[in-house]
């Protein structure tokens, strides 16, 4: 992930609190989208960032998790074109694995 | 209403291992930071030869030698497996070493900025100046001969005055100065990067005219759009690359500019291209582009860690010719431009609707009506093993996904409509370098043959990079076989005044 962004969300946290904040991936590829959910839960495996040893306890939902809980029509509007796309199984899947 | 045509192209890379290895901003960071890292030491054996870069399908793809489908029939790895005989020389360009490259750098430099031990310069000028193509376009080449140098003085100029190394087979033959004391937009590796630019990018254009009709002093207007910045501390990217490279190539009768928009900008630049020509403003107008040192080896972390070669080891330069309708090249259609909006939205969906499906809709046309698609053309070679997956293949599947939707294409068709309207990754990631463009040569061939009738070039940007917008970036224009028709039908101001006069004069008669 991002350095930048490792940064960014490691503020997030210590401002809002981990209890207080998901974080909403929408990553077109299975590995990038895992990598990205480890870094934010157990710390950033490439030991590059400011996550580098920080575990952050951080939840991570794919988009494509959390088509329930948005407007229908926004998410045909936004997202059914990707979702046709990208293999959503297995991105999925390896988003799951990091919330334990 | 007449069309602008698509004249020419020419493709060149360069081999440079060496500017990897030292300049590319991955590396550099990393011999920076922890320069004892493994990454470091795992960097020389992964290194490709000369012959290796020569023989890569892609490599023989973009410089013309074999199509971009051709790829599919060529086992993986593609750097596993490289083709026979395969030659520097291709139909679009050439591949030049690292070596020669240097010598290049130093031609193109105008203020002594480039500095060569004297052997080297002296054996290196000889080899440039016998060039076939760079010897007999460059009008440059006394610069060759200039400040020779000694490998003490560059060591001293390295470790005193910041300049940047330049290596060959890791032996230090010559180095890049820094062009101001403290100007953070004149620093050796600001020179190193504006430097490199420009000369690959005079390289493409002396191949366009090696391999093209058109002379250097036909040239009109010139327009630049490669990722990189020239100015000085008071005007840190004012330009002007594009005549920097024309005069090099003796385009005397040409001005020109740089347009800017990440990697959509070859894109924009075909567009303005065409409207120059099409308005009548200017009669040739080239758009080119030079590579980029700091993304050499970009993703070589991730392609170390998966035990395959360094293959970001080359810089891509391209030039194209757009020029007033022949009645025989393909048109560039001016009338179907797919622009995304400042209000498009930055989803997916919203960005292939704005470049892909609006532009063609506006027309009467559907997605169906196109033949192939160039947008994003990154080998997928570079990109996959560093996730982020084959980009190619997610654009040709975002558009046959966007034409299931709109009921243009059924849902198990998806498959074989991105087979059909596309191709595999052929283009170093070079930013700006793969952006659609490097489609160009062989569409001309393709719809010359009449193997196509027509294609969209796609040119995407992330505008976010500057760190001053959010917003995406997007343009595509439409290229097609030219009907013969080469009037313009349009009526000037003249014929209408009097067709006026005619019809009052006749009303006046009839009330007589």
Redesign the interface.
């Known amino acids: 992930m991002d350095l930048e962004n490792q940064q960014r969300i490691k503020d997030l946290t210590d401002k809002y609190g981990k209890d207080n904040l998901v974080v909403v991936l929408g990553g077109?590829?299975a590995?990038?989208c895992g990598?990205a959910a480890e870094t934010v839960s157990t710390g950033d495996p490439?030991f590059a960032g400011p996550l580098a040893g920080v575990q952050l306890g951080l939840k991570a939902y794919h988009m494509f998790e959390l088509k329930d809980e948005v407007d229908p029509a926004v998410y045909d509007?936004?997202?059914?074109?990707?979702e046709?796309?990208?293999d959503k199984d297995a991105i999925n899947k390896e988003v799951q694995e990091y919330r334990g | 209403m007449t069309f602008p045509v698509l004249k020419g192209t020419a493709y060149t890379l360069v081999h440079t291992p060496d500017i990897l290895v030292h300049e590319g901003k991955l590396q550099e960071s990393e011999m920076r930071n922890s320069p004892d890292s493994d990454y470091l030491k795992a960097i020389p054996d992964h290194l490709r030869s000369f012959e290796d870069v020569v023989g890569y399908g892609p490599n023989q793809a973009y410089i013309g030698n074999i199509h971009p489908r051709d790829l599919n029939n060529i086992e993986k790895p593609w750097y596993e497996h490289p083709l026979e005989n395969a030659s520097t020389e291709g139909k679009f360009g050439s591949i030049m070493s690292e070596d020669m490259f240097y010598g290049c750098l130093k031609a193109v430099d105008m203020f002594e900025l480039v500095v060569l031990d004297a052997s080297f310069q002296e054996k290196i000028a000889k080899k440039v100046k016998e060039d076939p193509v760079i010897g007999k376009y460059w009008v440059t080449l006394d610069k060759l001969t200039e400040n020779p140098s000694s490998v003490d003085e560059i060591k001293s100029l390295i470790e005193e005055k910041d300049a940047k190394p330049l290596y060959l087979d890791n032996e230090l033959v010559g180095c890049i100065k820094r062009a101001h004391e403290f100007d953070a937009a004149l620093t050796s590796d600001v020179m190193f990067e504006n430097l490199v630019s420009k000369a690959s990018g005079a390289y493409a254009l002396a191949e366009l005219f090696a391999k093209n009709d058109l002379e250097p002093d036909d040239v009109d207007y010139l327009i630049e759009c490669s990722e990189e910045g020239c100015g000085d501390m008071f005007q840190r990217a004012g330009g002007n690359y594009a005549k920097s490279i024309g005069e090099i190539c003796g385009c005397v009768n040409a001005t020109g500019s740089d347009t800017r928009s990440f990697c959509a900008a070859p894109a924009h630049s075909m567009v303005e291209a065409s409207a120059l020509v099409q308005a009548g403003v200017y009669s040739n107008v080239v758009v080119l582009a030079g590579g980029s040192s700091a993304k050499l080896g970009m993703n070589g972390?991730d392609h170390v860690k998966k035990d395959q070669p360094l293959i970001e080891d080359c810089l891509g330069a391209f030039a194209i010719h757009v020029g007033e309708n022949d009645g025989k090249s393909p048109v560039i259609r001016t009338d179907i431009v797919g622009k995304h909006k400042i209000g498009s939205?930055a989803?997916?969906?919203?960005i292939?609707q704005a470049i892909v499906a609006d532009p063609l809709e506006h027309a009467g046309l559907s997605i169906k009506d196109v033949d192939v698609f160039s947008a994003e053309m990154q080998n997928p070679e570079i990109t996959v093993p560093a996730?982020?997956?084959d980009i190619p293949s997610?654009n040709y599947?975002?558009i046959a996904?966007?034409g299931?939707?709109k009921k243009v294409f059924a849902?198990s068709e998806?498959n074989e409509v991105v087979e059909r309207i596309g191709m595999p990754g052929f283009v170093p990631t070079q930013g700006h370098i793969p952006s659609g463009v490097p489609f160009l040569g062989h569409a001309i061939e393709m719809i010359e043959n009449g193997d196509i009738h027509r294609t969209m070039i796609i040119g995407k940007g992330s505008l976010f990079l500057g760190r001053l917008t959010n917003l995406f970036d997007g343009i595509s224009f439409i290229v097609e076989a030219n009907d013969g028709h080469v009037e313009d039908d349009s009526v000037d101001k003249d014929t209408i005044r009097q067709m006026i006069a005619e019809s009052m004069k006749q009303f006046a008669d009839s009330l007589k």
């Open positions: 077109g590829e590995e990038a990598l490439t509007e936004q997202i059914s074109m990707m046709m796309v990208l | 972390k939205g989803a997916p969906q919203a292939m996730g982020a997956g997610a599947k975002m996904a966007l299931i939707m849902r998806l």
